[in-house]
Antibody, heavy 122, light 113 residues
Framework: QLQLQESGPGLVKPSETLSLTCTVSGGSISSSNYYWGWIRQPPGKGLEWIGSIYYTGTTYSNPSLKSRVTISVDTSRNQFSLKLNSVTAADTAVYYC??????????????WGQGTLVTVSS | DIVMTQSPDSLAVSLGERATINCKSSQSVLYSSNNKNYLAWYQQKPGQPPKLLIYWASTRESGVPDRFSGSGSGTDFTLTISSLQAEDVALYYCQQYYSTPVTFGQGTRLEIK
């Protein structure tokens, strides 16, 4: 059974960099033609796709966040990571990693991590 | 970006009754080359990640009860729960995956009347 687990600091100071890692178990990141994704959800609000990465390192990001987002992959550890720089309170959200249900750069997502709350506050 | 608009924002339905949630996209999500609508539905319960219910607008994900169904084409879509159960209380989201960035509706809260 495929499982995804987010990890990283739950509190980040304004203007600093948010860093999260998604560890995949029960399947290999590099054995499938998927763009693994990051999605976030501010408290009490809706879902926003942040970006996605292919196991080769090719990435796509939401233009609304693109200049601040870096997504990377470590196939040896079966992990992919998110960095979001220059954070503000508006970046406070539950961050999810997810696996797409189809190949391609615009997928739906059929496996999700449990999510991790990141609060931006001094 | 394609804007997804759901209606209503919240809905209260009696147990055993039908619940209907609508989703409208700002442009068509029907891909003419394969005649598929790039539209998914999710259910989210408090403290949990979204759960995929429906993809290709009407294909039920494995394990999803058959009281959940999706319909529509082009820009207008509907999620129907034929006979509401207590465990269906949740937030529901539609998502288009026709183009990048993929985008979600604002969500519809479903409650028991």
């Amino acid at each position: 059974q495929l499982q995804l687990q987010e990890s990283g600091p739950g509190l980040v100071k304004p203007s600093e960099t948010l860093s999260l890692t998604c560890t995949v178990s029960g399947g290999s990141i590099s054995s499938s033609n998927y763009y693994w994704g990051w999605i976030r959800q501010p408290p009490g609000k809706g879902l926003e796709w942040i970006g996605s990465i292919y196991y080769t390192g090719t990435t796509y990001s939401n233009p609304s966040l693109k200049s601040r987002v870096t997504i990377s992959v470590d196939t040896s550890r079966n992990q992919f990571s998110l960095k979001l720089n220059s954070v503000t309170a508006a970046d406070t959200a539950v961050y999810y990693c997810a696996r797409p249900g189809i190949t391609g750069t615009s997928p739906y997502f059929d496996y999700w991590g449990q999510g991790t709350l990141v609060t931006v506050s001094s | 970006d394609i804007v997804m608009t759901q209606s209503p924002d919240s809905l209260a339905v009696s147990l055993g009754e039908r619940a209907t949630i609508n989703c409208k996209s700002s442009q068509s999500v029907l891909y003419s080359s394969n005649n598929k609508n790039y539209l998914a539905w999710y259910q989210q319960k408090p403290g949990q990640p979204p759960k995929l219910l429906i993809y290709w607008a009407s294909t039920r994900e494995s394990g999803v009860p058959d009281r959940f169904s999706g319909s529509g084409s082009g820009t207008d879509f509907t999620l129907t729960i034929s006979s509401l159960q207590a465990e269906d209380v949740a937030l529901y989201y539609c998502q288009q995956y026709y183009s990048t960035p993929v985008t979600f509706g604002q969500g519809t809260r479903l409650e028991i009347k």
